[in-house]
């Protein structure tokens, strides 16, 4: 019982540390765009390594988890999108009130 309870800490904190790697790259990657010699080969490169690392922990948590495995990947998978979730409404551009920055449709005025 002990040992799932690792593997389930295990799950937790890959989730955490994967959706950081994962996201985290994916913004960085996005911010050298518009400098890159070759933007797609940037893209594509980074989007099959982060992806690879990913599948690969998460194929280890689902092999190791063996009876838990159903729960240890879903352990996984909720925190990494907790993980996509918070940096998103951290690294989003700060606006004034819902649709600021959107400009109005023609013959609207507020």
Do not use: D, H
């Not at 893209?43 to 922990?57: D, E, M, P, Q």
């Not at 999108?81 to 109005?104: D, K, T, W």
Request: charged letters at 10%.
């Amino acid at each position: 019982m002990s040992g799932n309870l690792v593997l389930l800490a295990v799950a937790l904190l890959a989730g955490i540390v994967l959706g950081l790697l994962y996201f985290g790259g994916l913004w960085i990657t996005v911010n050298k765009l518009p400098t890159a010699s070759n933007p797609l080969q940037l893209t594509l490169l980074s989007f099959i390594a982060r992806l690879g690392i990913c599948l690969a922990f998460l194929y280890l948590i689902i092999v190791e988890g063996k009876a838990y495995a159903p729960l240890n990947a879903f352990v996984f998978i909720v925190t990494f999108l907790l993980v996509r979730n918070l940096m998103v409404q951290r690294l989003q551009p700060q606006s004034e009130g819902v649709g600021a920055g959107f400009p109005r449709p023609e013959g609207r005025s507020e």
